[in-house]
């Protein structure tokens, strides 16, 4: 145990608190959950919400971290507190998160809310995603208003959660429909109904996963205006790890992970990319780092009239044009290429929907079947259809993130170091190899391909 005067400001803010995280078995939540565990060690315990599988006990779910590659450093430095996470079964789209009298006791022993569940599905049905995401965030407040001593609630939210803004402010952009509508909507229409709602209440909204997370945001406001004490974080396009808790450190192919492997497996032939749009885009680690530094802030500070917003994103400074990311990312490819794949990696990008469509029945129909069939064998999700993705290659966004740069002033020279989110201060020079690092960790942790094997892919991409 350390003395709390050896302990940092947000040591200390974190020192025997009893935390809740949903989604701890997600991308985000996995770093969370291990950051806090490593860096915030005196915390008391971390209760996170698991699906129940009958097969398995309780010790054996928390077990299964420890084969996580990015768990190894606490295993190495400090194992013991791997004792500190206790796992809950329930299913956030159920009435108090389906938890039994047992594991609800101990939740609501939390003092801090981390709401991280999510689906990320573009594609799933208005049903799907509004019972997920807006529904689920329901339940999991209601859970929140439950607790004696809750301190502050976390909702993660979208950078994109409102894309017909060119320019997206730190503040609650309103919206005409009333998430509670949609959330009784969910539970009395079936699906064919849903879908002919979905044709009217989209409007500007590309897809309902950023419909349903706009309305969970008007939902948490709502809530904070009734006195519950909740903030929104809105991350933008995660990629993967800068600094830890590995290098690079990404383990599904949702977002540009997935299109660096399809490219890479010569699955990806042709994309509509604006090139000179600017990447609205942030490392893992950053992301996560920020989060754990807004809690703290927005718990102790005096309580704001507005609920809290803040915008995660690279300073404007990091912003790249996405035509040199690409191409950038595509000679990477050729020095550290993925084992045999379907073609040779060698796609375009264009804004020609003619010459994009060519391609498309050309070379992407046929990989899509081997994909899926990929996806099957690395026990992974299928690859969203690149239509769903579309909206988001062809446009430029500006995300202003003045509170979350504003942070590192409040930091010591310490938890600067700690929990680093200082974007503008990684030098240009690295850029290269960080996106050599996101490749090499796609690699080796999503496509499950190691080192060893780069050798004989370069003969194989040479051939």
């Given at each position: 145990?350390?003395?709390?005067?050896?302990?940092?400001?947000?040591?200390?803010?974190?020192?025997?608190?009893?935390?809740?995280?949903?989604?701890?078995?997600?991308?985000?939540?996995?770093?969370?959950?291990?950051?806090?565990?490593?860096?915030?060690?005196?915390?008391?315990?971390?209760?996170?919400?698991?699906?129940?599988?009958?097969?398995?006990?309780?010790?054996?779910?928390?077990?299964?971290?420890?084969?996580?590659?990015?768990?190894?450093?606490?295993?190495?430095?400090?194992?013991?507190?791997?004792?500190?996470?206790?796992?809950?079964?329930?299913?956030?789209?159920?009435?108090?998160?389906?938890?039994?009298?047992?594991?609800?006791?101990?939740?609501?022993?939390?003092?801090?809310?981390?709401?991280?569940?999510?689906?990320?599905?573009?594609?799933?049905?208005?049903?799907?995603?509004?019972?997920?995401?807006?529904?689920?965030?329901?339940?999991?407040?209601?859970?929140?208003?439950?607790?004696?001593?809750?301190?502050?609630?976390?909702?993660?939210?979208?950078?994109?959660?409102?894309?017909?803004?060119?320019?997206?402010?730190?503040?609650?952009?309103?919206?005409?429909?009333?998430?509670?509508?949609?959330?009784?909507?969910?539970?009395?229409?079936?699906?064919?109904?849903?879908?002919?709602?979905?044709?009217y209440v989209l409007k500007y909204q590309p897809n309902t996963y950023t419909y349903s997370k706009r309305l969970a945001e008007i939902l948490c406001r709502n809530e904070y205006e009734k006195g519950l004490n909740i903030c929104i974080v809105r991350p933008s396009i995660?990629?993967?790890?800068?600094?830890?808790?590995?290098?690079?450190?990404?383990?599904?192919?949702?977002?540009?992970?997935?299109?660096?492997?399809?490219?890479?497996?010569?699955?990806?032939?042709?994309?509509?990319?604006?090139?000179?749009?600017?990447?609205?885009?942030?490392?893992?680690?950053?992301?996560?780092?920020?989060?754990?530094?807004?809690?703290?802030?927005?718990?102790?500070?005096?309580?704001?009239?507005?609920?809290?917003?803040?915008?995660?994103?690279?300073?404007?400074?990091?912003?790249?044009?996405?035509?040199?990311?690409?191409?950038?990312?595509?000679k990477i490819n050729f020095e550290i290429p993925a084992e045999i794949g379907l073609w040779y990696p060698d796609g375009q990008i264009t804004t020609s929907k003619i010459a994009h469509t060519?391609?498309?029945?050309?070379?992407?129909?046929?990989?899509?079947?081997?994909?899926?069939?990929?996806?099957?064998?690395?026990?992974?999700?299928?690859?969203?259809?690149?239509?769903?993705?579309?909206?988001?290659?062809?446009?430029?966004?500006?995300?202003?993130?003045?509170?979350?740069?504003?942070?590192?002033?409040?930091?010591?020279?310490?938890?600067?170091?700690?929990?680093?989110?200082?974007?503008?201060?990684?030098?240009?020079?690295?850029?290269?190899?960080?996106?050599?690092?996101?490749?090499?960790?796609?690699?080796?942790?999503?496509?499950?391909?190691?080192?060893?094997?780069?050798?004989?892919?370069?003969?194989?991409?040479?051939?």
């Amino acid at each position: 145990m350390h003395d709390s005067k050896q302990l940092n400001s947000v040591q200390r803010f974190y020192k025997d608190k009893t935390i809740f995280i949903t989604g701890a078995s997600g991308l985000m939540g996995k770093v969370l959950l291990e950051k806090l565990l490593y860096s915030c060690s005196e915390l008391k315990k971390i209760i996170i919400l698991m699906r129940p599988k009958r097969e398995k006990s309780e010790l054996e779910r928390v077990a299964a971290f420890a084969k996580i590659p990015i768990f190894q450093r606490i295993l190495k430095e400090k194992p013991s507190v791997m004792n500190k996470i206790v796992p809950v079964f329930g299913d956030i789209t159920q009435n108090l998160l389906g938890l039994s009298d047992e594991h609800l006791e101990k939740v609501l022993e939390s003092q801090l809310v981390f709401h991280v569940a999510a689906s990320l599905r573009l594609e799933f049905t208005l049903k799907s995603n509004i019972i997920m995401n807006l529904a689920g965030t329901k339940n999991v407040i209601d859970i929140a208003k439950m607790m004696p001593n809750l301190q502050l609630m976390v909702h993660f939210s979208t950078g994109f959660c409102c894309p017909e803004l060119k320019v997206l402010d730190e503040k609650i952009i309103e919206c005409d429909d009333d998430p509670m509508d949609l959330i009784r909507c969910s539970k009395w229409m079936n699906e064919a109904a849903m879908a002919k709602l979905q044709k009217y209440v989209l409007k500007y909204q590309p897809n309902t996963y950023t419909y349903s997370k706009r309305l969970a945001e008007i939902l948490c406001r709502n809530e904070y205006e009734k006195g519950l004490n909740i903030c929104i974080v809105r991350p933008s396009i995660i990629i993967p790890s800068l600094y830890e808790p590995v290098v690079g450190w990404v383990d599904s192919l949702n977002g540009p992970a997935g299109l660096m492997m399809g490219a890479a497996k010569g699955v990806i032939r042709s994309m509509l990319v604006d090139s000179d749009s600017e990447t609205e885009a942030i490392p893992l680690d950053i992301a996560v780092n920020g989060i754990i530094l807004i809690a703290k802030i927005v718990a102790l500070q005096e309580r704001s009239k507005e609920i809290e917003v803040y915008n995660i994103t690279a300073s404007e400074k990091k912003k790249r044009k996405l035509g040199y990311v690409l191409e950038a990312a595509k000679k990477i490819n050729f020095e550290i290429p993925a084992e045999i794949g379907l073609w040779y990696p060698d796609g375009q990008i264009t804004t020609s929907k003619i010459a994009h469509t060519i391609n498309v029945i050309l070379f992407h129909w046929l990989p899509a079947y081997f994909i899926d069939f990929l996806m099957l064998c690395l026990g992974q999700k299928r690859f969203q259809g690149l239509e769903v993705l579309q909206f988001f290659t062809l446009r430029n966004w500006n995300f202003k993130s003045d509170k979350f740069k504003a942070i590192n002033k409040q930091l010591s020279p310490e938890e600067y170091k700690m929990f680093f989110i200082d974007t503008e201060s990684v030098p240009d020079s690295f850029e290269n190899e960080f996106i050599r690092n996101c490749f090499l960790g796609g690699r080796l942790y999503v496509l499950k391909e190691p080192l060893e094997t780069i050798p004989k892919a370069r003969i194989q991409i040479r051939m």
